[in-house]
């Protein structure tokens, strides 16, 4: 297997709180007016980045993040576990367990790129494509690294999905018996709502970007 690449061509992030204000200050500071199905909408450019830890208890999030749904989720979503949509569409979609099969081609091939999952069904309806449309893995340096494509993210709550697919990853990775490497998050259009905009400011103006004084 190849060695892991220090390299990485995207930015790398400690930890989920990090990644989360560098995505927001990237939709802030290179957004554009735009419309989404819900309203008004800021539009950054697509964004791509990796994590290296996530936790419920990051200070980042307990500080800035939505306290009452970290909580809930906190106690819905086990590390194993990714409920509703998702779920249903890794685990059964159109009767086929999405991550057995990738768990089963992983442990006969280790060094495929063919591990992909693919949360789409062809010809549904608009209103039922979900956020995230594919996830893959992939074994290099002898650790499970996991991307997940998003069609579109709301990144002011992007955290509550970063997390428990952080125990998806873990527990693909337990069962081919390796650890995790960094998460890799890709969104095509990333964005906030503009009802939200004064949060979005508030929140910035009270974490320093790193290279600031």
């Given amino acids: 297997m190849a060695a892991a690449r220090d390299d990485a061509p995207v930015p790398r992030h400690e ?4 990644a989360w204000i560098a995505a927001l200050r990237h939709v802030w500071s290179a957004g554009e007016a735009g419309m989404a199905d819900g309203g008004p909408i800021i539009e950054g450019p ?21 306290h009452a749904r970290i909580v809930h989720w906190a ?46 069904v062809p010809g549904e309806n608009a209103e039922d494509v979900p956020c995230l449309v594919a996830l893959s893995f992939r074994i ?3 650790r499970l690294i996991m991307t997940a494509m998003f069609r579109s993210q709301n ?9 428990p697919l952080r125990g998806v990853q873990v527990g693909v ?16 259009v990333p964005h906030v709502e503009v009802a939200d905009a004064e949060h979005v400011a508030s929140v910035l103006a009270s974490v320093p970007e790193p290279n600031a004084a």
């Fill in 155 to 163: 990144v002011l709550r992007g955290y509550l999905s970063y997390i």
């Fill in 173 to 188: 990775a337990e069962e081919l018996g390796l650890p995790p490497g960094p998460l890799r998050i890709f969104v095509d």
């Fill in 75 to 120: 106690k819905e979503r086990t590390r194993r576990t990714v409920n509703g949509v998702y779920g249903t569409r890794l685990r059964d979609l159109q009767g086929v367990d999405q991550l057995g099969w990738v768990t089963g081609l992983l442990r006969a091939r280790p060094w495929t790129t063919s591990a992909w999952i693919s949360l789409l």
């Fill in 140 to 142: 290099r340096g002898y």
């Fill in 46 to 66: 697509p964004l791509c980045f990796e994590v290296t830890s996530l936790s419920w208890e990051d200070p980042l999030l307990r500080d800035h993040g939505d």
């Fill in 15 to 18: 930890t989920c709180g990090k």
